[in-house]
């Protein structure tokens, strides 16, 4: 095979050492999906949501916090799918060890004005972590030994129909994320300017 005849696929990662369904698995997935994009339509930073549907799996859907920009994104949601997102996290990368619990975190999450009670997550055993070029977690597309640890919260599949989802939280140490969602469940994806 010629040099220019071959071509460089997506990685194959190696399985989770979760149960993909469980809170780590799910921990573990979210740190995945944000590495599949590049910087470009990397879900932290989508100021308006327009990627917010880019390499979601069929079982969850993921949502993203910020990277400390207060953001307000739009998106549609595939009706009958839990959400599943952080209020703060930390990842940490290349490593063997169980991610650093961040005593002073904070977060909190509605929906609808209710509120959902987060979660403590961490993945004491690292993951693969092999991402887009360039990507928000590794920064490379090289396979690379990940954990995270945070304040996540889970969902339950929500009622057809728009909804407003409100996600903020913090280190303790001035870093904060303040994130909302108009999500519209088994509706179809807004119209974003200049598409």
């Known amino acids: 095979m010629s040099f220019l005849s071959r071509s460089r696929g997506a990685e194959v990662l190696p399985p989770l050492p979760y149960e993909p369904s469980s809170a780590p698995g799910l921990a573990a997935r979210w740190v995945q999906w944000v590495a599949a994009s590049g910087p470009i339509k990397n879900p932290l930073d989508d100021a308006t949501g327009e990627y917010a549907g880019l390499n979601q799996p069929d079982d969850v859907w993921f949502l993203a916090g910020s990277y400390g920009k207060r953001m307000h994104r739009r998106c549609a949601v595939p009706a009958g799918r839990p959400l599943f997102l952080p209020a703060f996290n930390t990842w940490y990368w290349p490593t063997d060890v169980p991610p650093l619990v961040m005593e ?23 993951f693969v972590v ?11 597309r090289k396979p690379v030994p990940a954990t995270v640890w945070g304040l996540w919260g889970q969902v339950p599949p929500l009622e057809p129909g728009g ?15 303040d994130v909302t969602y108009s999500l519209v469940v088994g509706g179809v994806t807004p119209a974003y300017p200049g598409r």
């Open 130 to 140: 092999a991402g887009a070029r360039l990507n928000g977690v590794t920064n490379t």
């Open 104 to 126: 002073d975190a904070h977060g909190s999450l509605t929906v609808d004005g209710a509120a959902v009670q987060l979660q403590e997550i961490g993945t004491p055993v690292p």
């Open 163 to 177: 909804h407003e989802l409100h996600v903020t939280g913090g280190d303790g140490y001035g870093f904060e994320v």
